[in-house]
């Protein structure tokens, strides 16, 4: 056994320290991003933030009010094949910005040739809970084999050994977050994980030493925090809970008396596991929980507010781009972020 004594740190231990800065307002910040795969030699140019491939965010609605903003969607597995065609046939412009996700069975595989065969769509994600397996490695090389001209992101992993491994295997992202999710108990169930920035400053470091590229994933609760992972080096943002809860996301509306509720459960809960596979296999627990969250209506206003946060955390540090970000941000260790003083009795925002 061994105990390694460096503080690692989350999203909130931290803040971004402002700086002088020229620009005079968020509306000359640039927040797209051109990025060229090394692997799937392609490029591809948007806002690097990404719904992520939960059944509940991973819908072809969230895809498409997502895609009006240049932003990415990774399709759940669930997906059905009539929804790719569907998708194609109504709305080309959106597939350009999904995923298809995956696993590592046989089906999975098939799966990804299915919808790629229907929609043709750019990025494969390649999901598993746990990225260190010598097996993973295997299903990354199969895929990139198999599909030499998509970009590839795969995970999840923490540290900068394995984001390596997965890039040399034929990753073009690599997804980093063990434990850090909204509706996750991997830390619970199993003690194992690693504070999300640390883990995405490490797993960029790594990544970008090979020119391989990193999808935080996990973790980011406001907007604050998706710039603080940006600026921590991450060139995507996948964002599940902050997604959660609008119109466009899978689920009836649930209403206890004057509120209303929608269901969001871990891909890995025993909610989803019952209803995707009709049990929890006996020698597994569930790592997920499910949560009734707000009802919060259209995505479109949830997405402007996450996109004027980050513009807004540009112009604080300088930063006219995004890409200057991680370039012009120091941040502060701190032991307090926000005055929750009159927290109980806020009505909005
Ligand atoms: P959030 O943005 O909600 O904090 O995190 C979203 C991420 O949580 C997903 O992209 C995925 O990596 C992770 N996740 C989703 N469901 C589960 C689950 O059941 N268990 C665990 N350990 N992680 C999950």
Same mark, same amino acid.
């Given at each position: ?179 850090? !999710? ?41 907007? &604050? ?15 599940? !809970? ?35 596979? &009709? ?71």
């Amino acid at each position: 056994m061994r105990i390694e004594e460096d503080i690692k740190l989350d999203f909130k231990d931290v803040l971004i320290r402002p700086k002088r800065s020229t620009l005079k307002s968020r509306a000359e910040v640039d927040l797209r991003r051109t990025y060229t795969f090394k692997n799937a030699q392609l490029s591809w140019t948007g806002i690097p933030i990404v719904a992520a491939n939960m059944d509940h965010t991973g819908t072809p609605a969230v895809a498409k009010v997502l895609a009006e903003h240049h932003l990415l969607t990774a399709l759940s597995k669930f997906v059905t094949k009539q929804d790719w065609e569907t998708l194609r046939k109504t709305a080309p412009q959106v597939v350009a910005a999904t995923m298809v996700s995956a696993g590592t069975s046989e089906h999975d595989f098939q799966r990804i040739h299915e919808a790629i065969q229907e929609a043709d769509c750019p990025f494969i994600c390649l999901d598993v809970a746990n990225g260190y397996a010598q097996s993973f490695l295997d299903s990354v090389k199969r895929v990139r084999d198999a599909f030499p001209k998509k970009i590839i992101l795969a995970g999840n992993v923490v540290t900068g050994e394995m984001t390596e491994e997965l890039l040399i295997a034929g990753a073009d992202i690599v997804k980093v977050g063990i434990g850090p !999710g909204s509706v996750c108990t991997t830390r619970k169930k199993t003690g194992v994980g690693y504070p999300q920035l640390s883990a995405i400053i490490e797993c960029a470091d790594a990544a970008h030493g090979l020119k391989g590229h990193v999808c935080a994933d996990g973790g980011c609760v406001v907007p &604050g925090d998706v710039a603080k992972a940006f600026a921590a080096g991450a060139d995507f943002v996948m964002l599940g !809970g902050m997604l959660a809860g609008h119109d466009e996301c899978l689920g009836e509306l649930i209403h206890q008396g004057e509120q209303a509720f929608k269901r969001f459960y871990g891909m890995s809960s025993q909610e989803a596991m019952v209803k995707y596979h &009709g049990q929890v296999a006996e020698y597994r627990s569930s790592e997920g929980k499910s949560v009734n969250v707000p009802y919060k209506g259209a995505l479109r206003e949830t997405i402007l507010d996450i996109l004027g946060g980050v513009r807004s955390t540009c112009t604080y540090v300088g930063a006219q781009t995004l890409k200057e970000l991680p370039k012009r941000t120091t941040f502060i260790r701190v032991t307090q972020q926000i005055n929750e003083s009159l927290a109980s009795y806020q009505v909005s925002g």
